[in-house]
């Protein structure tokens, strides 16, 4: 049973930072993109970045954000810095079945997800 398991969400102020960390079990995904979406209350689910052989980012937090991942852990990170209050969401952990060639940026994309972790900005 494919499981992944976000962390390191919390309460952060403004221009702060957090690292999200998102382990999986069940099967490895190097070969298949993973990537970070989130959801603030009120508003539908977004992308926030995702890795494959590649990174992709939204606009909203290029230069902000940065994925990695660590084959051998089966994890995948998100380094969040400078936050900003309208980085408040839950954020989730999303991996895909099969490697679609291009890193998808579309909720509907991705097969497996986390239960999500809250990341919360003060101002």
């Known amino acids: 049973q494919v499981q992944l398991a976000e962390s390191g969400g919390g309460l952060v102020q403004a221009g702060g930072s957090l690292r999200l960390s998102c ?67 839950v954020y989730y952990c999303a991996a895909q079945q099969v490697a679609s060639g291009l890193i998808p940026n579309t909720s509907r994309s991705y097969d497996y997800w986390g239960q999500g972790t809250q990341v919360t900005v003060s101002s």
């Open 23 to 89: 382990a999986a079990s069940g099967r490895t995904f190097s070969r298949a993109a993973m990537g970070w979406f989130r959801q603030a209350p009120g508003k539908e689910r977004e992308f926030v970045a995702a890795i494959l052989w590649s990174t992709r980012y939204a606009d909203s937090v290029k230069g902000r954000f940065t994925i990695s991942r660590d084959s051998a852990k089966n994890t995948v990170y998100l380094q969040m810095n400078s936050l900003k209050p309208e980085d408040t969401a």
